[in-house]
């Protein structure tokens, strides 16, 4: 079967078939043809010019040895330089610059032949005039070049003839970016669009034209614009812009009627993943985009590159991303290890199809199994660990308390201290910005797990940090798969307040700042992106209803439910007066958080054995606040529910102590 667009010649008939694999190179002879004809014109034009038509045996003689000496280096040149092996009908600024240096060849031939050589030999008996030799360089040029340019624009035209019923797009951005869609665009008729307008901020660029196509206005003129053009796309060729300035044109897009597509963002252009010129739908990462972390891969090299490198979480989504980037760097091996056989099971296929040269070992264990890990630690001894399994879902830690401790907190603490045991050099744990006055489990055991790092930092004196980031974009559970599937189903989307918040990042974003973590680290610090403005989280909703081709409201209908236990309106980065520095990258920070040296490790083994034996969640919680004194979540004590950031006027009841010694809840309510 023919691919799509392309006629099949050879279903028809095979001579046909034969001249149009052919053509290209039948065009070169005609064009080779033409120059044998042309260039001795031109000298001949030259020469009666010059001369005013006064024609006489020398002057013919002087102008024979003179074309029959220019004339085989003239073409001797041409073929040195390609000029009969390019498609002169796709003809490009680089066919152009081959055009212009045959040109300068035969101006150059002319003037040595003419003016020096065969003077000089004594084959004519003095030189060629030098109006001769100018008027026929420039003559060869036009006779060259004319021919080949005429070919280029016939095939313009008959393409353009072509686009009565192709689809009017605006082109956002008139820089090189939008200079490459354009072309695109117009070479590609099967694409069934024609740019018609350019729209850029830029007013230096207003009223010139861009590839013949206008920039007529600014971005905040796009309705009238499109409405002025008969525009029915909207093509947006900016892929470092910001996330603000694109979901302001594609507010105006929507308002307008328009179909939007973009081109890939930067980070995804870089990393070789997509081309400048490659059009796809705005997709929500694009409405929150900032400019791509740029990683120092000297320092990470000397991380990862030939040395053994382990990552925990390996089948998830930061863990799968950590490995892929990881693999990169060309690392002697990576130990992938999960608790997950499937997710195990599709990294290894990935790895065989992408990444067939790095060593990939699977480990199925569980991070919370000691003498599991201490084999697997002691057999491989990992040069950098990567620690990314957790349990994250604030509500369903909520309802698991045990199952929150057990994962984030003794499952950092066998992985990170039996690193240390077996002298792994760098140790990085995945955190989250709701380890700041966390108001879940989720958030106040993982606040614990840096606790539990920043201790096994300050003995090694090694690089163990961790890293605090904020919601990922697309990764498995998170709000933006959710809102999809809820709007694929036909609504209503749920959203839980009109006020809530979030931080966002892009998977491949928490990963570049997991790595140049690795890199920064000295002992214990926090790392944190700087992650721009929050979101909120209705706005992201009604984008993606948008982005659906929907209305708010009026296709998908969007539902309040109530904040679910655990949550915070708004998240923070930072706990007050922590020590916060800049570091050598713009977007990274570090902090220093003082009250993590001074933990008991007896504190946190208690809270450890309550949970593996299944204690309540209310004795559970006390323990947490014990080690966490910021901890704002709810306490159950078996007769009521209490908060701690609230007013604790009540007693509890002893028979809920249950040998646990529980902290004076008074005394850790006035220090939140």
Same mark, same amino acid.
């Given at each position: 079967m023919?691919?799509?667009?392309?006629?099949?010649?050879?279903?028809?008939?095979?001579?046909?078939?034969?001249?149009?694999?052919?053509l290209?190179?039948?065009?070169?002879?005609?064009?080779?043809?033409?120059?044998?004809?042309?260039?001795?014109?031109?000298?001949?034009?030259?020469?009666?010019a010059?001369?005013?038509?006064?024609?006489?045996?020398?002057l013919?003689?002087?102008?024979?040895?003179?074309?029959?000496?220019?004339?085989?280096?003239?073409f001797?040149?041409?073929?040195?330089?390609?000029?009969?092996?390019?498609?002169?009908?796709?003809?490009?600024?680089?066919? *152009?610059?081959?055009?212009?240096?045959?040109?300068?060849?035969?101006?150059?031939?002319?003037?040595?032949?003419?003016?020096?050589?065969?003077?000089?030999?004594?084959?004519?008996?003095?030189?060629?005039?030098?109006?001769?030799?100018?008027?026929?360089?420039?003559?060869c040029?036009?006779?060259?070049?004319?021919?080949?340019?005429?070919?280029?624009?016939?095939?313009r035209?008959?393409?353009?003839?072509?686009?009565?019923?192709?689809?009017?797009?605006?082109?956002?951005?008139?820089?090189?970016?939008?200079?490459?869609?354009?072309?695109?665009?117009?070479?590609?008729?099967?694409?069934?669009?024609? &740019?018609?307008?350019?729209?850029?901020?830029?007013?230096?660029?207003?009223?010139?034209?861009?590839?013949?196509? &206008?920039?007529?206005?600014?971005?905040?003129?796009?309705?009238?614009?499109?409405?002025?053009v008969?525009?029915?796309?909207?093509?947006?060729?900016?892929?470092?812009?910001?996330g603000?300035?694109?979901?302001?044109?594609?507010?105006?897009?929507?308002?307008?009627?328009?179909?939007?597509?973009?081109?890939?963002?930067?980070?995804?252009?870089?990393?070789?993943?997509?081309?400048?010129?490659?059009?796809?739908?705005?997709?929500?990462?694009?409405?929150?985009?900032?400019?791509?972390?740029?990683?120092?891969?000297? #320092?990470?090299?000397?991380?990862?590159?030939?040395?053994?490198?382990?990552?925990?979480?390996?089948?998830?989504s930061?863990?799968?991303?950590?490995?892929? #980037?990881?693999?990169?760097?060309?690392?002697?091996?990576?130990?992938?290890?999960?608790?997950?056989?499937?997710?195990?099971?599709?990294?290894?296929?990935?790895?065989?199809?992408?990444? &067939?040269?790095?060593?990939?070992?699977?480990?199925?264990?569980?991070?919370?199994?000691?003498?599991?890990?201490?084999?697997?630690?002691?057999?491989?001894?990992?040069?950098?660990?990567f620690?990314?399994?957790?349990?994250?879902h604030?509500?369903?830690m909520?309802?698991?308390?045990?199952?929150?401790?057990?994962?984030?907190?003794?499952?950092?603490?066998?992985?990170?201290t039996?690193?240390?045991?077996?002298?792994?050099?760098?140790?990085?744990?995945?955190?989250?910005?709701?380890?700041?006055?966390?108001?879940?489990?989720?958030?106040?055991?993982?606040?614990?797990?840096?606790?539990?790092?920043? #201790?096994?930092?300050?003995?090694?004196?090694?690089?163990?940090?961790?890293?605090?980031?904020?919601?990922?974009?697309g990764?498995?559970?998170?709000v933006?798969?959710?809102?999809?599937?809820?709007?694929?189903?036909?609504? &209503?989307v749920?959203?839980?307040?009109?006020?809530?918040?979030?931080?966002?990042m892009?998977?491949?974003?928490?990963?570049?700042?997991?790595l #140049?973590?690795?890199?920064?680290?000295?002992?214990?610090?926090v790392?944190? *992106?700087?992650?721009?403005?929050?979101?909120?989280?209705?706005?992201?909703?009604?984008?993606?209803?948008?982005?659906?081709?929907l209305?708010?409201?009026?296709?998908?209908?969007?539902?309040f439910?109530?904040?679910?236990?655990?949550?915070?309106l708004?998240?923070?980065?930072f706990?007050? !007066?922590?020590?916060?520095?800049?570091?050598?990258?713009?977007?990274?920070?570090?902090?220093?958080?003082?009250?993590?040296?001074?933990?008991?490790?007896?504190?946190?083994?208690?809270?450890?054995?309550?949970a593996?034996?299944?204690?309540?969640?209310?004795?559970?919680?006390?323990?947490?606040?014990?080690?966490?004194?910021e901890?704002?979540?709810?306490?159950?004590? !078996?007769?009521?529910?209490?908060?701690?950031?609230?007013?604790?006027?009540?007693?509890?009841?002893?028979?809920?102590?249950d040998?646990?010694?529980?902290?004076?809840?008074?005394?850790?309510?006035?220090?939140t």
């Amino acid at each position: 079967m023919p691919a799509i667009g392309v006629r099949s010649h050879s279903s028809k008939n095979p001579f046909v078939s034969t001249f149009a694999n052919r053509l290209p190179g039948v065009r070169n002879r005609a064009f080779f043809v033409s120059d044998l004809l042309l260039i001795p014109g031109c000298a001949l034009l030259a020469f009666a010019a010059r001369f005013d038509g006064h024609w006489d045996p020398e002057l013919t003689r002087v102008f024979r040895t003179f074309l029959l000496a220019s004339l085989p280096l003239k073409f001797a040149l041409f073929f040195a330089l390609g000029l009969y092996r390019r498609l002169w009908r796709y003809a490009s600024i680089s066919d *152009l610059e081959i055009l212009v240096m045959a040109s300068a060849a035969c101006a150059v031939v002319d003037g040595v032949l003419g003016g020096l050589l065969l003077p000089y030999l004594g084959i004519i008996p003095s030189r060629i005039s030098y109006a001769v030799i100018l008027l026929n360089a420039c003559l060869c040029a036009l006779a060259i070049t004319l021919p080949r340019l005429a070919i280029r624009m016939m095939v313009r035209r008959d393409r353009r003839s072509h686009r009565d019923n192709a689809r009017r797009a605006i082109v956002v951005g008139a820089g090189v970016a939008g200079g490459m869609i354009v072309r695109e665009l117009i070479e590609n008729a099967q694409l069934g669009i024609t &740019p018609v307008a350019m729209l850029d901020d830029d007013p230096r660029k207003h009223g010139l034209r861009l590839h013949d196509v &206008p920039v007529l206005g600014s971005l905040n003129a796009l309705e009238k614009i499109a409405r002025e053009v008969a525009a029915t796309d909207v093509v947006i060729a900016m892929p470092s812009a910001p996330g603000r300035m694109l979901r302001g044109v594609l507010r105006q897009a929507t308002d307008a009627g328009l179909t939007t597509r973009t081109v890939p963002g930067l980070y995804e252009i870089l990393s070789g993943e997509k081309r400048v010129n490659a059009l796809r739908q705005i997709e929500i990462q694009d409405l929150l985009r900032r400019e791509p972390i740029q990683t120092d891969l000297a #320092q990470l090299a000397s991380l990862v590159t030939g040395k053994v490198v382990m990552v925990t979480g390996a089948g998830g989504s930061i863990g799968s991303e950590l490995c892929r #980037q990881l693999a990169r760097l060309e690392p002697k091996k990576i130990i992938a290890l999960g608790r997950g056989e499937n997710s195990i099971f599709e990294l290894l296929q990935e790895f065989s199809r992408s990444f &067939p040269r790095v060593r990939i070992v699977p480990v199925i264990a569980d991070v919370r199994d000691h003498n599991r890990m201490s084999c697997v630690l002691s057999e491989h001894r990992p040069f950098s660990v990567f620690h990314a399994a957790a349990h994250k879902h604030v509500p369903l830690m909520e309802a698991n308390v045990t199952e929150a401790v057990l994962n984030n907190v003794l499952g950092t603490q066998n992985v990170v201290t039996l690193s240390l045991e077996n002298d792994v050099e760098h140790f990085v744990l995945i955190s989250t910005d709701k380890a700041v006055r966390p108001t879940s489990v989720m958030g106040a055991t993982k606040r614990i797990a840096e606790h539990v790092v920043h #201790q096994c930092a300050l003995q090694s004196r090694c690089g163990y940090v961790s890293v605090r980031f904020g919601n990922v974009l697309g990764s498995r559970g998170s709000v933006v798969p959710t809102f999809m599937r809820q709007i694929a189903d036909g609504g &209503p989307v749920t959203i839980t307040h009109p006020d809530m918040t979030r931080y966002f990042m892009t998977i491949p974003e928490a990963v570049q700042l997991v790595l #140049q973590a690795a890199a920064f680290g000295i002992e214990g610090e926090v790392f944190v *992106l700087d992650m721009g403005e929050p979101v909120r989280v209705f706005d992201l909703a009604t984008d993606l209803i948008r982005l659906s081709g929907l209305e708010p409201d009026v296709d998908i209908d969007v539902h309040f439910t109530g904040t679910r236990p655990g949550e915070k309106l708004y998240e923070e980065l930072f706990f007050t !007066g922590a020590d916060v520095t800049p570091t050598l990258h713009p977007k990274i920070l570090r902090a220093r958080d003082a009250e993590a040296a001074s933990h008991n490790q007896v504190d946190i083994d208690k809270l450890i054995q309550a949970a593996r034996d299944n204690k309540s969640a209310g004795q559970i919680r006390r323990l947490i606040l014990n080690l966490v004194p910021e901890y704002a979540g709810e306490l159950d004590t !078996g007769e009521f529910t209490i908060r701690v950031d609230e007013d604790l006027g009540s007693t509890i009841p002893a028979d809920v102590h249950d040998g646990i010694d529980i902290p004076d809840l008074h005394a850790q309510a006035s220090a939140t």
